[in-house]
């Protein structure tokens, strides 16, 4: 094969000149750091915080602590099935080249769009989040500026500020990203661990039955969270958005899989322990909320203030509060960031296959720095974009979770049809017997989501960014029935004929040629 080269290829290299691709992205990141920047986008701070009154709206500390169990652990089955994929094909978008090869092109091309739509919605949502927590914890709470009169053009500058400076972080190296999330990982298990000892020494009453006590909050009990009143089964599943927003953003660890050393093992390892610590401490967490509640129907009418209200009230001492609200924006921001090196790959994925206009420009890799440069600043305006469309932040949020599952259980889908059929190549971590049950449970999980997510309608009252817009539909709605029509029309008028998907058998083989000279390429401009 045409596959020598002035350097020993290493195992992962091997891997991937196999799947056909060169090693263009530069592969320094270490186990703990694959684990860091999934466990980073999950951020516990992020959605355990900003979605918190989606749950409490819905079936108070019930739908809280008992949803977030529920919901973490079928968190945890998504990621096992995923993450056995993943130890087979260790690519950078991932979840659209598994879908390829086990479901066929058009089954890939459509999971590719409905990742890509979720990861921007990740950005935007937490960025959007970025801002709140930044003007009502930080610049209102510890520093005491009067931001009552901010209103959209506020929130689109600061909104912005964010996404050019993330994507500066990622244009100029994997290594500065990389330590930024390693870092984030310490600071949100820190940050995290103080809130809850913090709620459970100033606040907390012990009335543990608190937990397990369902209201049903929907209504004008909830504060207009969920404004019209549903029934107990709706409401239960409109709070495991809480959990599902949360826990989500982990193939993080896949689309960072050609920067990542061992990858086979590391992945999948990367998200489980990504999912798994943060179930056990956002559990405790999200129940130290309820239980530092001075009164949960007092709470429940503040709606979307709960947590603020609560939080700003506990009679804790005054620089641990200020540290604390620092601590949860910091790491809400490199949550955003991580979600931006997850997305910016994906997009650079999907383009060297040809899946994206512009391709061939989206998936250049900058010789010095070896990142997608022009696939980081796409997805910084993207996701810019959405917080300027969307006037309400959990149209955001439950975008986010909704594409995202419905993402992850596509290649789950294909692989239980071909498990043991066309799909006989495997990595390292394997589930076996629990395979085929995950699978089962992973579809069943994400077509009930699926029902939660499109629940209408969520009440713009956060910060409406364009207020004179009329939405005759849910806000999630519009853009479902907006991108089922476009993705249809896409395959069948173009796509179809034109889209080759990621290379297989003899394309492979042909490749390993253009994939050495790539990577010689790739090396001489950087002067190594």
Not at 15 to 37: C, D, K, P, T
Not at 195 to 209: C, E, H, N, P, R
Not at 497 to 509: H, L, V
Request: net charge neutral; glycine share 10%; proline share 5%.
């Amino acid at each position: 094969m045409a596959e020598k080269h002035h350097h020993q290829l290493t195992e992962d290299e091997k891997v991937l000149h196999n799947m056909g691709y060169a090693q263009e992205l530069a592969r320094r990141m270490s186990g703990f750091s694959n684990f860091a920047i999934s466990f980073s986008i999950i951020c516990i701070l992020a959605g355990g915080i900003t979605a918190f009154p989606v749950a409490f709206s819905a079936g108070g500390g019930f739908s809280v602590a008992i949803g977030w169990v529920i919901g973490g652990i079928f968190a945890l089955v998504v990621a096992a099935s995923v993450g056995q994929i993943a130890s087979a094909y260790p690519t950078a978008g991932g979840l659209y080249h598994w879908s390829s090869i086990l479901g066929g092109r058009g089954w890939g091309w459509l999971c590719a769009w409905i990742n890509l739509v979720g990861l921007i919605f990740v950005v935007a949502s937490v960025n959007f989040g970025v801002y709140l927590l930044l003007k009502d914890l930080v610049l209102s709470g510890a520093f005491g500026m009067d931001t009552s009169a901010w209103g959209a053009w506020h929130a689109a500058v600061f909104v912005t500020i964010f996404a050019v400076t993330q994507a500066l972080f990622n244009h100029f190296g994997i290594n500065i990203t990389t330590k930024l999330t390693d870092f984030s990982g310490y600071l949100i298990f820190v940050v995290a661990i103080s809130l809850t000892l913090s709620m459970l020494i100033w606040g907390a009453s012990f009335d543990l039955s608190r937990l397990f006590t369902w209201v049903n909050n929907t209504g004008e009990p909830g504060g207009l969270v969920v404004p019209e009143p549903r029934t107990a089964l709706v409401a239960l599943l409109i709070g495991l958005l809480y959990p599902l927003y949360t826990i989500t953003g982990f193939d993080a660890s896949a689309h960072t899989s050609e920067e990542t050393v061992n990858a086979r093992t590391a992945v999948p390892r990367g998200m489980l322990h990504s999912v798994f610590w943060s179930l056990l401490f956002g559990g405790f967490m999200a129940a130290s909320f309820i239980l530092a509640m001075p009164d949960t129907t007092t709470a429940a009418k503040d709606g979307f203030n709960s947590w603020f209200n609560l939080f700003n009230n506990l009679p804790m001492p005054e620089i641990l509060r200020d540290l604390l609200a620092v601590g949860i924006v910091v790491a809400n921001y490199i949550c955003a960031l991580a979600g931006m090196t997850s997305t910016s790959r994906m997009v650079y994925a999907f383009a060297r296959d040809g899946g994206l206009p512009a391709s061939k420009a989206l998936a250049s890799i900058h010789p010095k720095y070896r990142t997608p440069v022009n696939a980081i600043w796409l997805t910084a305006a993207l996701s810019a974009g959405a917080c300027y469309y969307s006037p309400f932040m959990f149209a955001l949020a439950a975008g986010c979770a909704l594409f995202l599952y419905i993402s992850y259980a596509m290649p789950v889908a294909a692989g239980l049809l071909a498990e043991g059929n066309s799909w006989k190549e495997y990595g390292p971590f394997r589930l076996g017997v629990w395979s085929k049950p995950f699978a089962v449970i992973t579809i069943i999980g994400v077509i009930v989501l699926a029902y939660a997510g499109i629940q209408p309608p969520f009440n713009p009252i956060i910060l409406p960014l364009f207020p004179d817009l009329v939405f005759p539909l849910n806000q999630l709605t519009n853009p479902l029935i907006f991108l089922a029509v476009a993705l249809a029309l896409g395959w069948f008028l173009s796509e179809r004929k034109r889209f080759k998907g990621p290379p297989i058998g003899e394309e492979i083989r042909r490749r390993q040629a253009e994939i050495a000279a790539r990577e010689r390429a790739l090396e001489a401009a950087a002067g190594e």
